[in-house]
């Protein structure tokens, strides 16, 4: 049995004990001592790396400049990712179609798909065709991993000399990223992900096979996309078959095939082609004896017609058809679209025509414009300036701010819960959020109407509607008209700060035109094979017309917007003898400027901006997109049947009255005319007074010729007291 009080073994226990202390501390202090002996010896062996002066300030801005690399390239990094989620897909896939649009008539206007493809390997094209293109567009071509610093430091240096952009630093390989996957947009983001998708392009792929790329996806004037369908189309020969000078010709398209298109401006293609054998003497890949029978005698096209193609709607088209056609027993088809040449070429004239004249004075660059006709289908689009410089469809693709545009679909919320266009609301300072919008003239005109406040386009009204209301309820109603952009439901979304597209102010304004129901937007009519087999038929498919917004709301917005080109913000848009409605946008800052308009037969959306989204000259939506809109609704509007604005019970046009005294900005900075006089409403008494005078005036027996010669031969001259006889014309009623 153990003795728990036995002395000898409890003094053994303590033994133990003070032994495993003193080892645990006799091991700390070891490794502190050891580890102070060793760091001295690192101290000591790095100090033979120390330096002073001069050599120490290079060293720590050499520190500097790794830290600050890593980071920025972790940046450049992390910005790219959304361009590396673009080469995930099937990029490649795309060249299987080939389908010739006609148009509403059933002309032909084009063709896609099939002008992509590799007709022939990079091998099989003429040498001297590859060398001209090396020449002009990347010398260094074979030498570089995608990005060329040389070039780019050789570009810069020549254009700070110039004062102007004379060169370009981008590669072959940067331009192929670009055409597969990126926009035209000019922005650094772009160029931050065109740079690191050239790397990855150089990466997985080898340099035969981006040069065939980019020579088959480039676009080259005329509708043709890849060399070998440009060849075809300009010289009606196989690519192979094209001479020297012929090589130069399609070489120099690739820079700006809208302006040195040959069938276009058959000059200033043949000087760009000379410019081409002059690079390839200067690259060394010719000489000059070489090239001076291509010089002589420069290359003759073949008969084409002028026509411009609609590339912009055949895009979006393509598009709609590759979607449309999976499952059809064959690829190469024939589809006829409800784009109309006529409304097509007047909406291509309004936007060249507003930014040639006023471009310049109001520092903006790009427009962009859709057409849909009553009943859904989309007769034109205009996604750019200049196809041939941009083939960035601004009117599908690019994302902008609508401005004041969208507060219709804030009105339309409110009419849905119980307000009329004469509830009235207060125009006063208001805070949401710590953030106070502000009108446009910077005050405030108290208890107004909603009418006068859509119409004169108040900023306030909307914002205080969103708060009583609930933003959310705006965006379901934006969602149910057509808008299928993200909408953030922030206290600034009821002035137009969320990004939609032109296609979709157009498709959503639409339902205003049809009286409430959707507006079944269409750009395709039938789809065949080349044998004429219907694939499909808008006429035998088209589901029927739901109806997404109330009567008496749709009723009561026709209202209201029908005024705004009266006396409101788009007095600009009123169209001669057509009653007409919409609503003008101009975003802060006046980077976009919108009109959105229609009548009881189109629907339009107007939009004009700069690409890098610069600020205008202080551009409003009630001037250049407002005019542009006349001036294609106009010719629009030719020889047609005018169809009244639904629900809309006065379709007369207001008569214009003309001011000659001094003029004043109204609150969305538009020029009205100012008497000097403050007109107030008339009495209920004179109002009644005068319909009852209408009323007897209209119901009047009217007089007869012959009674009217007899009356004015008797009168009595005034003056005189003198009866008179002469004869008087009288004018029938």
């Known amino acids: 049995m153990n003795d728990p009080f036995n002395p000898e073994k409890k003094s ?27 760091w001295e010896t690192i101290t000591v062996f790095f100090r033979r790396f120390r330096v002073y002066g001069f050599r120490k300030a290079m060293v720590e801005v050499a520190c500097e400049g790794l830290t600050l690399g890593l980071a920025g390239f972790i940046l450049l990094l992390a910005l790219a990712q959304p361009a590396f989620e673009a080469s995930e897909k099937d990029w490649r896939a795309q060249s299987d179609y080939s389908v010739t649009f006609l148009d509403r008539f059933g002309v032909e206007i084009g063709r896609r ?6 007709a022939e390997p990079i091998d099989a094209l003429p040498d001297h065709f590859i060398k001209a293109v090396l020449a002009t567009e990347d010398r260094r071509f074979f030498d570089h991993f995608g990005i060329d610093l040389f070039g780019l430091t050789r570009a810069m240096i020549e254009n700070a000399r110039a004062k102007s952009v004379v060169q370009g630093g981008s590669t072959i390989t940067q331009q192929l990223a670009k055409n597969l996957f990126l926009t035209n947009e000019r922005t650094i983001e772009r160029k931050i992900k065109e740079a690191f998708l050239a790397l990855w392009l150089e990466f997985n792929l080898s340099k035969k096979e981006i040069l065939k790329l980019y020579l088959d996806r480039a676009y080259m004037g005329g509708g043709a996309f890849g060399v070998a369908a440009a060849s075809e189309f300009y010289f009606g020969k196989n690519v192979k078959e094209i001479n020297l000078a012929e090589a130069a010709m399609l070489a120099g398209l690739y820079k700006a095939p809208a302006k040195y298109a040959p069938h276009i401006n058959l000059p200033a293609a ?20 070489q090239v001076i029978s291509a010089r002589r005698n420069p290359a003759q096209i073949v008969e084409r ?18 979607q449309m056609s999976a499952g059809f027993p064959t690829q190469t088809l024939v589809v006829r679209t409800t784009v109309d040449p006529g409304i097509q070429s007047a909406a291509e004239e309004a936007i060249t025509s507003s930014l040639r004249q006023s471009g310049e004075d109001y520092n903006v660059s790009q427009a962009a414009l859709v057409v849909i006709e009553r009943g859904g289908a989309v007769r034109a689009i205009v996604g750019g300036r200049d196809y041939g410089t941009s083939q960035f469809n601004r009117a599908t693709n690019a994302h902008r701010q609508p401005g004041s545009s969208f507060k219709p679909f804030v009105y339309t919320t409110a009419m849905l819960n119980g307000y009329t266009p004469e509830s009235m609301i207060v125009d006063a300072s208001i805070t949401v959020r ?22 004169k386009s108040i900023n306030t009204v909307p914002v205080r509607l969103g708060v009583q209301m609930g933003r959310k309820k705006i965006v379901e109603t934006a969602r149910k008209m057509g808008i299928v952009s993200p909408l953030l439901a922030n206290p600034s979304m009821p002035l137009g700060t969320n990004d939609v597209t032109v296609m979709e102010m157009t498709n959503a304004f639409g339902v205003f035109m049809t009286g409430g129901y959707e507006t079944g937007r269409h750009g395709i009519m039938q789809i065949t094979d080349s044998a004429g087999k219907v694939f499909y038929s808008r006429s035998n498919s088209a589901p029927k017309p739901k109806r997404l917004i109330d009567e008496k709301a749709i009723a009561a917005l026709n209202l209201i917007l029908s005024q705004v080109p009266e006396w409101g913000t788009g007095r600009r848009a009123a169209l001669d003898g057509i009653k007409s409605a919409g609503k003008t946008g101009t975003t802060s800052g006046y980077r976009d400027a919108w009109f959105v308009g229609y009548t009881g037969n189109y629907v339009s959306a107007v939009w004009f901006g700069n690409d890098n989204y610069l600020p205008t000259n202080r551009l409003t939506g009630g001037n250049l997109p407002a005019m542009t809109w ?22 007369q046009v207001a008569t214009k009255r003309n001011s000659t005294g001094p003029k004043q900005a109204n609150s969305n900075g538009e020029i009205t005319p100012n008497t000097g006089i403050r007109q107030k409403p008339l009495p209920e008494s004179t109002n009644k007074l005068l319909i009852e005078l209408e009323r007897n005036l209209r119901s009047a027996k009217g007089l007869s010729l012959s009674n009217a010669l007899v009356q004015a031969g008797n009168e009595k001259n005034p003056a005189t007291g003198i009866q008179q006889n002469s004869s008087v014309a009288v004018a029938s009623q």
């Open 12 to 38: 053994k226990s303590w033994s133990r004990l003070m032994a495993m202390d003193s080892w645990l501390d006799s091991s700390i202090y070891q490794m502190f001592s050891s580890a102070g002996e060793n």
């Open 113 to 118: 798909g099939v002008l992509h493809d590799d």
């Open 270 to 289: 043949r000087a760009r082609a000379n410019e081409v054998l002059t690079n390839m003497v200067q690259a060394e890949y010719m000489t000059e004896g």
């Open 305 to 322: 017609d002028n026509k411009d193609s609609p590339d912009y709607f055949l895009d979006w088209a393509y598009e709609e058809v590759k």
């Open 434 to 455: 710590g953030w106070s919008p502000k009108n446009y003239s910077r005050g405030y005109a108290g208890r107004v109407n909603l009418t006068r406040a859509l119409v």
């Open 630 to 651: 006349k001036k294609l609704m106009t010719y629009a509007h030719q020889n047609i049947d005018i169809k009244p604005i639904p629900l809309l019970e006065n379709q």
